[in-house]
């Protein structure tokens, strides 16, 4: 199982960037998927996260400006940010919580690699 994260970059405060996650390998299923951020010097924080049925939760820093989103089919999330703050700087992972191969193989987190955002004033 792979989780591949996509999208980061450099954008001025104010502009907007859509991360995006593919989950590849041989899956079973997946419930949740979610999206967390590491800043330098702090620990990594939960910023969105989407159960299987499509209900999104949101962390306050980010209500109303990021949208979580899934495509099942194609085993994709997403992540559209608007109005990106230079505090918004960061590296951003996707996971996902994944049965591999059967109904009988347990289901885990597992994490894409980070991508980076990095907002400028």
């Known amino acids: 199982v792979q989780l591949q994260a996509s999208g980061g970059g450099l954008v001025q405060s104010g502009g907007s960037l859509r991360l995006s996650c593919a989950v590849s390998g041989s899956i079973y299923s997946i419930s949740d998927q979610g999206w967390y951020r590491q800043a330098p010097g702090s620990q990594r924080e939960l910023i969105a996260d989407?159960?299987?049925?499509?209900?999104?939760n949101y962390a306050d820093f980010v209500k109303g400006r990021f949208t979580n989103s899934r495509d099942n089919v194609k085993k994709m999330i997403y992540l559209e940010m608007n109005n990106l703050k230079p505090e918004d700087t960061a590296v951003y992972y996707c996971?996902?919580?994944?049965?591999?191969?059967?109904?009988?193989?347990?289901?885990?987190?597992?994490w894409g690699q980070g991508t980076q955002v990095t907002v400028s004033s």
């Open positions: 996971n996902g919580r994944i049965r591999p191969f059967t109904r009988d193989w347990p289901e885990r987190y597992y």
């Open positions: 989407v159960s299987s049925g499509g209900s999104a």
